[in-house]
């Protein structure tokens, strides 16, 4: 037979109101913070590999952007060191400039989203340089 469940049951949402909840506004600052400290570290990697004032430049704004965006908490930053192939980082900075600049767009931040634009402009230049494409973005495929 058929008995009533006489506990709570512990998927059920907690009743107190002190649960701590994040805005989207918040939950999309993370998320531009992370994808901008990703860059730093891909341009951090690219400064040990071809020295240039713009990689310096792009990082010290990058840095700013992920402070602001950590109230005023700074970014870890890497030690350019000289390591491998320089087209496989430009692509990942080119990849993970596109992914800042959709969750810029998104949450209505301009200065990131012009900054994103135009680190994904360099990265695309400095490809087309080395003769390859950045990666197309992935589609996904259609459900029938």
């Known amino acids: 037979m058929y008995e009533a469940i006489r506990t709570k049951s512990v998927h059920s949402t907690p009743a107190a109101p002190d649960f ?9 600052d993370i998320q531009l913070a992370g994808h901008l400290a990703a860059l730093l570290a891909v341009t951090d990697e690219l400064r040990g590999t071809t020295p240039d004032a713009d990689l310096d ?6 840095a700013e952007q992920v402070a602001r965006l950590r109230g005023g908490i700074p970014p870890v930053r890497a030690v350019p060191a000289v390591s491998g192939d320089a087209a496989r980082l430009h692509r990942r900075a080119h990849t993970l400039a596109g992914r800042a600049l959709v969750v810029a767009a998104s949450r209505a931040d301009t200065a990131a989203a012009i900054l994103a634009a135009e680190r ?8 087309s340089e080395q003769g390859t494409r950045p990666a197309a973005p992935r589609q996904l495929s259609a459900v029938r």
Do not use: V, W
């Open 20 to 28: 701590p909840h994040r805005s989207r506004e918040e939950e999309l």
């Open 120 to 127: 994904m402009d360099a990265h695309a230049a400095s490809l």
């Open 57 to 62: 430049t792009a990082a010290d704004r990058l």
